[in-house]
């Protein structure tokens, strides 16, 4: 452990180290973040960027006393080393700490959701209640980097702060010109300007050596002063602050955000003026670390296993990602066809659209972090003729569920969204599972919902998606590496792939997209015990296809596997649906549960649930078994032994 860092239990310990000591400091938790994270995975690049801001933060303020608000939280890994966790030895691993603010683990830490743009209204809400509460010496100090400033809840935040300056609320805009990847739009050319000018920066530096003649507390004293004097001369000669004052918000800065004594100084009148202030601070992404900031892509924003020393990765990951070929196949579609553009909210590499971003630039829209914009953009764009494939990871959808309703789906709307991390994804914890799309997106009147099981069935989806022109379509896969291709035995008429005929008609098992392969492991188990199983993958999922349907009227136990949670989900679809067609089977619906599933790796969360091939074999030969009568089959009046491959048949293949 750095000789320094072991000695901070908690941010009262900062304040007893000198200046030199606080240079020290920075330098060990910079080397302890790339030596753990590396070895980990994580977010790197932003946390060395926040260094000096969160110490800053922290030898200033009170926490937990004073409240510290992370937007998103990604960069929160030097808030947790000085508040008490320095054992980084199981990040983001089941038992170890969080990716992510965790309240479990500290009263320290506030906001768990890192869904980006959210803080503002949160310490706007903190802050009333304080002062309501007659607690109007405590403050609430939200961290909010650049490209989180793209999100439309910040400023309907900002609008109603400036409505109410009685409280102490202090804005800490993380600058560094970047979400994951540069930031964009008219707030991006706003800031730049900021961090460019030089008349500004000039005037900082120079009136900062001038009172520093004065000397020791007395010229530092002075300094702070009459700051927000200077400031405000030097923002008229370059109008920096005409963004900020149109809000009647107080705005100090830009500070250079890895100064240390800088951050202090601006913090210290932050506090001390006792209303809503914007410390407006200039980091860079990946700081004092070299590889990271020589990385053209995203500065390490995240990272897997890596060599310490040069930035790159332990390992080759050998196969291809979904993303990677999803990627691939919208590139080669729209060389076909020249309607079709691709939309993304600040995550142009992390969901796949780089490629087509190279092949076609002028047809690659990044709305910032702004799904609803992005949503309700997409709608727009399909009524002036284009297809628009709005790409975007499964939980930030949840954000947009209202323009999928209102805006694409009453409007049928031909916009296609492709998910991207849909299902469980692991390490990074219950707000970014993917878990909810299933349940939220099929009650769109008209929406049309595939989930391929591979590669193949991924560009084939894909491809039969954006043909549709009078509705919405959804495409959704898992994070990480494409399985093995699952050829089907059979197809039905309406598109739905039987994976394996039982030998009799006892139990049909319905796949959703990457489930297929644990379906087909069950099979091979149940069907030891002399249990014929049909297994199925329906491709389209919502609604649920015909074939679905007359196949279950035909066997005795439908079992459902989905990769969401099961409340409402499409295992709950599907039995709704036989009902409404006068269908008896007995229906098993298995999925995720509705509860917020703690970070731990996709297997270990499966196994959680249930979902292993060996737990779902042993309740379904449970149900046709019967617990209490071995051997004893739940009888049907309506059914009588006819082989799957006649019932297939008569259904029709392709």
């Not at 590396?38 to 922290?58: C, D, F, K, Q, W």
């Not at 039995?575 to 269908?583: P, T, Y």
């Not at 292993?612 to 309740?619: F, M, S």
Request: net charge negative.
């Amino acid at each position: 452990m750095s000789e320094i860092l072991s000695t901070i239990g908690e941010p009262a310990d900062l304040r007893k180290l000198s200046s030199e000591e606080m240079r020290q400091l920075a330098a060990e938790i910079r080397s302890f973040l790339v030596e753990n994270v590396s070895r980990t995975g994580g977010h790197l690049g932003p946390n060395l960027g926040v260094v000096e801001l969160t110490l800053a933060i922290h030898r200033v303020f009170d926490s937990p006393r004073d409240a510290v608000v992370f937007d998103t939280g990604h960069q929160s890994y030097v808030h947790k080393l000085v508040t008490g966790r320095q054992d980084f030895s199981k990040l983001r691993e089941r038992g170890g700490l969080a990716g992510y603010p965790q309240r479990s683990e500290s009263p320290h830490d506030i906001v768990e959701s890192s869904h980006a743009s959210s803080s503002l209204s949160w310490a706007d809400g903190i802050s009333r209640a304080w002062r309501l509460a007659g607690e109007d010496d405590r403050t609430v100090i939200a961290v909010v980097g650049d490209g989180a400033l793209t999100g439309g809840m910040t400023w309907e935040a900002l609008n109603n702060i400036s409505d109410d300056n009685d409280r102490r609320l202090v804005i800490v805009v993380n600058d560094n010109g970047r979400s994951y990847a540069p930031t964009i739009g008219g707030m991006a050319r706003f800031l730049n300007r900021v961090r460019t000018d030089r008349n500004y920066t000039r005037l900082q530096r120079q009136s900062g050596e001038a009172f520093s003649l004065f000397g020791g507390k007395y010229g530092r004293s002075l300094f702070r002063a009459l700051r927000g004097a200077l400031h405000g001369f030097a923002s008229r000669l370059s109008n920096n602050d005409e963004l900020y004052s149109n809000l009647d918000i107080k705005y100090l800065g830009p500070v250079d955000g890895h100064d240390q004594r800088a951050m202090e100084e601006v913090f210290q009148l932050a506090k001390e003026y006792g209303q809503p202030v914007i410390v407006h601070a200039i980091t860079e992404k990946g700081h004092g670390y070299q590889p990271a900031i020589n990385d053209g892509n995203d500065q390490f924003h995240a990272v897997g296993q890596i060599d310490p020393i040069t930035g790159e990765p332990v390992s080759e990951s050998t196969g291809q990602s979904w993303t990677g070929v999803f990627g691939e196949e919208l590139v080669e579609i729209a060389r076909e066809r020249d309607d079709i553009v691709g939309v993304t909210a600040a995550m142009l590499r992390p969901v796949g659209l780089a490629p087509l971003a190279e092949a076609f630039p002028e047809r690659v829209i990044d709305v910032g972090i702004a799904e609803q914009h992005a949503v309700a953009s997409a709608a727009g764009l399909a009524y002036g003729g284009l297809h628009p494939v709005v790409a975007i990871y499964a939980t930030f959808m949840n954000r947009a569920f209202d323009q999928v309703l209102m805006d694409v789906g009453l409007h049928r709307a031909g916009v296609t969204f492709v998910l991207d991390r849909a299902g469980v994804t692991g390490p990074d914890g219950p707000s970014h599972h993917g878990i909810w799309d299933l349940a939220l997106l099929q009650v769109v009147p008209s929406i049309r919902i595939a989930a391929p099981r591979d590669a193949t069935r991924l560009r084939e989806e894909l491809r039969e998606a954006v043909k549709v022109a009078d509705a919405p379509t959804v495409v959704r896969y898992s994070k990480g590496k494409v399985g093995d291709e699952i050829e089907a035995q059979h197809h039905t008429v309406d598109g739905v792939d039987v994976l394996r005929s039982g030998s009799r008609s006892d139990v049909l098992v319905v796949a959703v997209g990457p489930m297929a392969k644990m379906a087909m492991e069950v099979a091979a188990l149940v069907e030891q015990q002399g249990i014929g199983v049909t297994v199925i993958d329906p491709r389209w999922v919502v609604p649920v296809p015909v074939s679905v349907i007359e196949l279950a009227r035909h066997h005795r136990l439908v079992v459902s596997i989905e990769d969401g949670i099961v409340v409402g989900g499409i295992g709950t679809r599907i039995r709704q649906d036989l009902r409404a067609a006068g269908v008896e089977a007995t229906v098993t619906e298995l999925g995720l549960p509705d509860e917020f599933i703690d970070h731990a790796t996709r297997s270990q969360i499966l196994e959680d649930a249930g979902l292993t091939p060996q737990q779902i074999a042993r309740d379904v030969v449970a149900q046709v078994l019967g617990s209490r009568v071995p051997h004893a089959r739940p009888e049907r009046p309506d059914l009588d032994d006819e082989p799957v491959a006649s019932i297939l048949e008569r259904l029709g293949l392709k």
